[in-house]
């Protein structure tokens, strides 16, 4: 669960914008920064003008774009990441960060306590020499870890923010390409895609990361936190403590010149929390799929979205849309590949079609909607994205950038194979699978404590 930073959690009210005055309460065509409850008051996407937005494929882009970054820091670097791997990938990424706080950058990293296990006490020393600042998130420390609340709840994005005004946001773990942790060296790339942004859509992928450092530092909420100091037999003493865990400096707000200006090139960035951003990446595909006039090109990994989702989808290919999906054609766990295999049936009925990437791992999470939105992120489309994990996507309306995505889509789709006859169809045995994979999906949210429809 992200949680505000110091800055905007203590002006927070507990009943989000309902317990607004008024004079409060949020306009949407006002930019993040000016709304009274900060960046984590705005529960769906607000786009901003004035953004540099630039595609970036692979870690063969995305590495030496972020290295540079930070070799320039001349203040801050924040970074957070799912898996932090010390593969060759890894040890560029670990030099730029160590040689950044040795000059004096302020430098702070966050990965997720499972999905960086494997490499985090090599990570430790390492980063931790150098004077980074390196927290884990959720850690696991063993099998009693799984039984603590909210452990199924990971944090997933991919983000970097330097010095205010470069950032970065994607699917691309601090992993090279050709390195799987479950399956070794990949005989090619993984197709994955990040952005590197300019302009004011870094102020919230700041304010993110600063608040995804300060949950991972309290390991809990920040409320229970102060319960506890209120509770505590030296009050005033636990929460100074408090205060000085939460201090970690204040956003330098770079010059925003044109702000109210949407023109080129209009971004929004869009998370899913658990405060008021709980389904915000949701609904803006869903919103852009029924807007959506031409053409819905998607690409996931692990597909299997929930009902209002998958009828948007219907619908769209009903009305003349041209719906094409971009699936794992080498999938990495059976289980993901079976999930989206029993939805191809009632998806290929309605006209969508179904591409299957081949070449190599699919990891990309990536959108484009008609000619000029398009979306590049971490979240899948699946209900441990949509629902459970920490999740942060870009999204751009500009017709450059979505053409310049929307031909790496074509260059894909030419590679991968369609599929014409769903290899799940309709009989007992497809009805049993069926169920299966809604039975373990509800199984697996409630654990992690969602419940009703998805």
Not at 391 to 408: I, K
Not at 418 to 427: C, D, I, Q
């Amino acid at each position: 669960m992200i949680e505000p930073p110091s800055s905007l959690a203590l002006a927070a009210p507990r009943g989000g914008a309902s317990s607004l005055g008024a004079a409060q309460r949020l306009d949407p065509e006002r930019p993040p920064h000016e709304h009274p409850l900060g960046w984590y008051g705005l529960p769906r996407a607000v786009f901003t003008g004035g953004n540099e937005v630039q595609l970036l494929r692979g870690g063969d882009d995305l590495f030496p774009a972020m290295c540079g970054a930070i070799h320039r820091a001349m203040h801050e670097v924040w970074l957070a990441t799912y898996i932090f791997h010390d593969d060759v990938a890894g040890q560029a990424v670990l030099q730029a960060l160590e040689a950044a706080a040795r000059r004096g950058v302020r430098v702070r990293v966050v990965v997720d306590g499972f999905g960086s296990a494997a490499a985090l006490p090599r990570l430790r020393a390492r980063l931790e020499a150098a004077g980074v600042g390196l927290v884990a998130y959720r850690p696991i420390t063993g099998w009693r870890s799984w039984l603590q609340p909210g452990q199924f709840r990971r944090l997933h994005q991919k983000l970097c923010v330097v010095d205010s005004g470069t950032g970065f946001v994607g699917g691309i773990n601090v992993l090279d390409d050709r390195n799987d942790l479950g399956h070794g060296a990949l005989d090619a790339p993984r197709l994955d895609f990040a952005v590197l942004v300019q302009g004011p859509v870094v102020l919230p992928i700041e304010h993110t990361l600063r608040a995804v450092w300060t949950r991972a530092v309290f390991g809990r909420d920040w409320r229970d936190e102060a319960i506890a100091a209120a509770r505590s037999p030296q009050p005033v003493q636990r929460v100074k403590e408090l205060v000085r865990r939460m201090r970690v400096g204040p956003p330098r707000r770079p010059d925003l010149p044109g702000l109210r200006s949407l023109q080129p090139v209009r971004a929004a960035f869009v998370v899913r929390d658990n405060l008021r951003q709980r389904r915000a990446i949701e609904r803006a595909y869903i919103d852009a799929l029924r807007q959506a006039r031409d053409r819905i090109d998607l690409v996931s990994p692990y597909f299997y979205p929930g009902l209002q989702f998958r009828r948007t989808l219907r619908n769209a290919a009903r009305r003349g849309v041209k719906v094409r999906l971009l699936l794992q054609g080498r999938p990495d766990y059976r289980f993901a590949a079976l999930a989206a295999s029993v939805l191809y049936a009632e998806l290929l009925a309605q006209g969508v079609r179904i591409f299957e990437y081949t070449p190599a791992f699919l990891h990309a999470k990536v959108a484009v909607v008609d000619a000029d939105w398009a979306t590049v992120g971490s979240s899948n489309i699946d209900p441990l994205s949509l629902l459970l994990n920490l999740e942060a996507n870009v999204v751009v309306r500009d017709h450059r950038f979505a053409g310049e995505l929307s031909a790496q889509f074509e260059e894909a789709v030419a590679l991968s194979r369609e599929v014409t006859a769903p290899s799940v169809g309709n009989g007992l045995w497809a009805r049993m699978q069926r169920g299966f994979v809604a039975f373990c999906a509800r199984l697996y949210l409630r654990v992690g404590g969602i419940t009703g429809l998805y």
